[in-house]
């Protein structure tokens, strides 16, 4: 256990559903790297214009990504929904797992984008369920 391990949530927005999808393959292949480097594990969703994502590691590396994707143009709007410091990491395997948004699945992602803001706990948790189902049936987008 990291003594400053924390833990960050926030909810952001694409123009477009499209762009949205199309923003997430280009999150995701420099975000997994520069992840990997600083320490940092976490997960995004997409569900339509909305992304829901979740960040863990040092503090100081949080900072980091958080003024990287304030400043990124693929995220608007950017909602911190909660930033604490845990216990351990709720998506240790992944520098940043996305799932497939796949119709047996988009319940479940939409219900974590949308219930993010008012229980956290509840969408980070769903989040890490997504991920664990798709990691386990080998259709994970994550490194």
Known sequence: MTQD???LAFRSEAATANEALSGLLAILGGA???NREAGLTGAIAVSGARY???LEGDGEAIDE???????DPRHENVQIVARRPVPF???EAWSLAS???LPSLKLQIDLAISSCEA???YAISLLRSVVMTQHLNGCLLAA
Request: proline share 4%.
């Open 89 to 91: 990491r709720s998506f």
């Open 5 to 7: 391990l924390q833990q």
């Open 52 to 54: 829901f994502q979740v």
């Open 99 to 101: 799932p497939t948004v």
């Open 119 to 121: 229980d956290c706990d």
């Open 32 to 34: 997994q790297r520069r």
């Open 65 to 71: 990504a958080l003024a990287r994707i304030e400043g």
